[in-house]
């Protein structure tokens, strides 16, 4: 069992300072995820919120089946994927400069001119993470960045491994097509080891949202 599963399962027994020890650790990197996920800061506090007041609602009910960061990316995913579906949701991606860009571009002392230039493919990274497919960009994220392995996105998103392997393999091929010049490089998602050990999808699968 993790650490963090012991927390919640200590929260469910009345120890309240182990749920502000999981929102202190957790906190901060999901509102980053579901920034990502919905491109509005703002709708993100507001789903982070949620997302740990039924985290809060379901002490007594947790079971530790799994690790509890997949619970929660659960719980948050399914919230964001929700709210993508709103008529209203038709928003520009618009991230601030001091947001944490997906992934390394550039290492420290990189030339004024080498910075701009990848602040600029850090953009343009963003943007198209933003047009990928919901289901795409969560399975993307998650596998690259966040670490999951296949079995827990699939566990996330309550699909099979199989599709959650097209899902990735989809979403990098789409980004390498966009933007080539990032393709491979710093400036792309890579996966983990972990989903690179579990090797790419059949082709012939069809695209799922």
């Known amino acids: 069992m993790d650490e963090d599963a012991e927390l919640m399962l200590a929260f469910g027994r009345g120890d309240e300072a182990a749920f502000d020890r999981l929102f202190a650790r957790w906190g901060s990197r999901l ?15 507001e789903l982070l919120q949620e997302t740990f007041l039924r985290v809060h609602r379901a002490r007594t009910r947790y079971r530790a089946d799994s690790r509890f960061s997949t619970w929660l990316y659960r719980i948050g995913t399914n919230l964001a994927l929700n709210e993508l579906r709103r008529p ?35 953009a343009e990274l963003e943007r198209e993470l933003a047009r990928l497919p919901e289901r795409q960009r969560v399975a993307l994220w998650l596998a690259a960045v966040e670490g999951f392995s ?22 990098r091929s789409t980004l390498a097509e966009r933007l080539p010049a990032w393709s491979g490089s710093d400036g792309a998602p890579r996966p983990t080891r972990a989903s690179q050990r579990q090797g790419d999808p059949e082709e012939g699968e069809r695209q799922r949202r």
């Not at 509102?31 to 506090?45: I, K």
């Not at 618009?94 to 493919?121: M, T």
């Open 31 to 45: 509102l980053g995820y579901l920034q990502r996920m919905v491109s509005d800061a703002a709708t993100a506090e």
């Open 88 to 122: 209203r949701r038709q928003r520009p991606h618009a991230s601030r400069d001091d947001e944490a860009s997906p992934v390394a571009l550039h290492a420290a002392g990189s030339a004024p001119d080498q910075l701009a230039q990848a602040r600029q493919g850090a």
């Open 150 to 171: 296949y079995a827990e996105v699939a566990e996330t998103l309550a699909t099979t491994e199989k599709w959650v392997k097209s899902l990735v393999h989809r979403a």
